[in-house]
């Protein structure tokens, strides 16, 4: 049984990763290896998915559960995907016995010398991004009061890892606003260059610039930074 002495480290551990310059990778790696230590486990590993949806290994606390997790993503079975696609735990306290259920994973691990596994899903409300798994080298299913200190620890990384992702997306969208805001700053003092150099309007400026980027494939951004940069360049745009 978990103590809650240890169990309040882990969290306080945790709590002390999830700053300004957050790095997932620490944080999974680092996750693994207290759930194993927490539950006397001999193994952990979290599978995340990426941006497509799909599975990938993130973090594993020893060679042999990296191992196991790509022993599942490459036969498409195992306890990790069940939980992934089922949103729910799965427990097998006896993988020799398994092979009807994963007819490829169950003996491999049971040769890798584990006898049980545990899946927690990564999942906050109805969104699914992975699952955890812990390995133990003994039949049996872990106890219940660890059971429910290992999905507190799931759920607080699925928060933790969606957090992330959304700052990065917001990130992105500001280097994109931003970008647009400089694209749109650009061609405005073009178009105007262009309208002085050629006596004609701002639209038909636009126009014109519009025109020149199609023929010769340039982006219109790019045309006029290059404008801007070179105004020899704005001759060019009548021939």
Not at 96 to 102: I, K, N, P, T, V
Request: charge should be negative.
């Amino acid at each position: 049984m978990i103590s809650v002495e240890r169990l309040a480290d882990v969290f306080v551990s945790v709590a002390d990763t999830l700053v300004d310059d957050f790095d997932l990778m620490d944080f999974l790696h680092g996750l693994t290896t207290s759930v194993a230590d927490l539950t006397g486990a001999a193994a952990a590993g979290i599978l995340l998915t990426d941006v497509r949806g799909d599975l990938n290994l993130l973090a594993a606390s020893s060679d042999q559960a990296r191992e196991l997790e790509y022993l599942q993503l490459e036969s498409a079975e195992g306890p990790c995907l069940d939980g992934f696609r089922t949103g729910t735990q799965v427990i097998e306290d006896n993988l020799s016995a398994a092979a009807e259920r994963w007819s490829f994973f169950a003996p491999r691990a049971v040769d890798a010398g584990f006898l049980s596994v545990h899946t927690f899903p990564l999942r906050l409300r109805d969104k699914v991004i992975g699952a955890l798994d812990v390995f133990g080298v003994a039949r049996g299913p872990l106890l219940d009061g660890d059971t429910s200190a290992v999905q507190a620890l799931a759920d607080v990384a699925t928060i933790a890892i969606i957090q992330e992702r959304a700052l990065v997306r917001a990130d992105l969208l500001t280097e994109q606003l931003e970008f647009a805001l400089n694209s749109r700053i650009a061609i405005e003092q073009a178009k105007g260059a262009v309208a002085r150099t050629f006596g004609i309007s701002v639209d038909q400026a636009f126009e014109l610039l519009r025109s020149h980027a199609r023929s010769q494939r340039l982006r219109l951004t790019d045309l006029a930074v290059a404008v801007l940069n070179d105004p020899s360049r704005v001759d060019n745009l009548r021939a």
